[in-house]
T-cell receptor
Framework: DVKVTQSSRYLVKRTGEKVFLECVQD?????MFWYRQDPGLGLRLIYF???????EKGDIPEGYSVSREKKERFSLILESASTNQTSMYLC?????????????FGPGTRLTVT | SQKIEQNSEALNIQEGKTATLTCNYT??????LQWYRQDPGRGPVFLLL?????KEKRKERLKVTFDTTLKQSLFHITASQPADSATYLC????????????FGSGTRLSIRP
């Protein structure tokens, strides 16, 4: 059974803290994604990685960075958390990019920044 | 710019009826369209993929249509059950995105017993 796991289901952090969200996939996929999901706004792509150490900015990269040191692991970093980064964060992986390839999602991390 | 629209209003229907959800897109012609199911507090789960040259695709009680003239996909659940209650997202391939796919904001479906 294919799996994408995320390090935390719920996280509460203070403004200004550095936050790490980790994602691991066991499908040997080249491509991994970080999204945030807010009511009415749908899934918005933060960053995308197509190979180890390779990354590409998505639609809303400001305030975030990513790290991919190993193929199976993709980390999202909030350098200095702010209240407007309170959201549901979803990691996904896929065999390839584009609409022909399904994405496999993790369970999500509900982050609250106070 | 490429846009996807799903009805933001929740859809409430009686158990046993057919639920029909709509996904409209503008400003481009995607080659592929996907549907996902998302339960509260969980990540989306892939359901079906349909290609532009396929008019219809079925999987058990699910049926998806893809009308490239109307720029619309319909997602049907026949003989609906309370367990089908969830949010359903459509997604299309998109040259404007780094990941080459964009998601709609989803439609919440509630099936009442």
């Amino acid at each position: 059974d294919v799996k994408v796991t995320q390090s935390s289901r719920y996280l509460v952090k203070r403004t200004g803290e550095k936050v790490f969200l980790e994602c691991v996939q066991d499908m040997d996929h080249e491509n991994m994604f970080w999204y945030r999901q807010d009511p009415g706004l749908g899934l918005r792509l933060i960053y995308f990685s197509y190979d180890v150490k390779m990354k590409e900015k998505g639609d809303i990269p400001e305030g975030y960075s990513v790290s991919r040191e190993k193929k199976e692991r993709f980390s999202l970093i909030l350098e200095s958390a702010s209240t407007n980064q309170t959201s549901m964060y979803l990691c996904a992986s896929s065999l390839n990019v584009g609409g022909a390839y399904e994405q496999y999602f993790g369970p999500g991390t509900r982050l609250t920044v106070t | 710019s490429q846009k996807i629209e799903q009805n933001s209003e929740a859809l409430n229907i009686q158990e046993g009826k057919t639920a029909t959800l709509t996904c409209n897109y503008t400003n481009y012609s995607p080659a592929y369209l996907q549907w996902y199911r998302q339960d509260p507090g969980r990540g989306p789960v892939f359901l079906l993929l349909i290609r532009e040259n396929e008019k219809e695709k079925r999987k058990e009680r699910l049926k998806v249509t893809f009308d490239t003239t109307l720029k619309q996909s319909l997602f049907h659940i026949t003989a609906s059950q309370p367990a089908d209650s969830a949010t359903y997202l459509c997604a299309l391939d998109a040259y404007s995105s780094a990941s080459k796919i964009i998601f709609g904001s989803g439609t919440r479906l509630s099936i009442r017993p």
